[in-house]
């Protein structure tokens, strides 16, 4: 029997898990790194995601609580869309992937784990990065920790609107 070793994993295992809705988040920022949120904007919140398909896996989501669409005003609109522009580019230039899958996923059929908030998936992907481990095992090898992925993204997002 292969074993694989992942012992950062048990911190985010033993951590306690967010009542309510992961995105409506309260306005002070203290807590944020433990929460994972990178930023926010006036209307929307970007965080890494704490159940990644590959390094550097964000969310973004606009602040009101919605799972429709439809409801968004322009200004959420256009500035969810900036949000997502600019995770898109962070990532190019901090992680230098080969391409992205970008999506929204709307209610439980389409697999949105959180079903009552709409959000996007910013996913950067590299050539080569599924393996015989995802193939094989049903298993994904994530290299590095959410922590140490957050403090590198970090910096890029300080200085943008809150």
Not at 55 to 69: E, I, K, Q
Not at 93 to 99: L, N, R, T
Not at 107 to 121: I, K, P, T
Request: hydrophobic share 40%.
């Amino acid at each position: 029997m292969e074993r694989i070793w992942a012992p950062w994993r048990m911190e985010y295992i033993l951590d306690k898990k967010p009542d309510g809705c992961i995105f409506c988040l309260p306005n002070e920022t203290e807590g944020d790194r433990d929460r994972l949120v990178l930023s926010r904007t006036p209307l929307s919140i970007i965080m890494l995601n704490r159940y990644p398909y590959t390094n550097g896996h964000l969310m973004a989501a606009p602040r009101r609580h919605t799972a429709d669409l439809g409801s968004l005003t322009d200004d959420e609109m256009l500035d969810l869309i900036k949000t997502v522009s600019l995770c898109r580019t962070i990532l190019q230039k901090e992680a230098s992937p080969q391409g992205f899958n970008i999506g929204l996923n709307v209610g439980r059929a389409a697999g949105a784990g959180v079903e009552d908030h709409l959000h996007f998936h910013i996913v950067p992907r590299w050539n080569g990065d599924t393996n015989f481990m995802t193939v094989i095992a049903d298993v994904r090898v994530v290299p590095e920790g959410l922590r140490a992925t957050y403090d590198m993204l970090f910096p890029h997002f300080t200085g943008q609107p809150t």
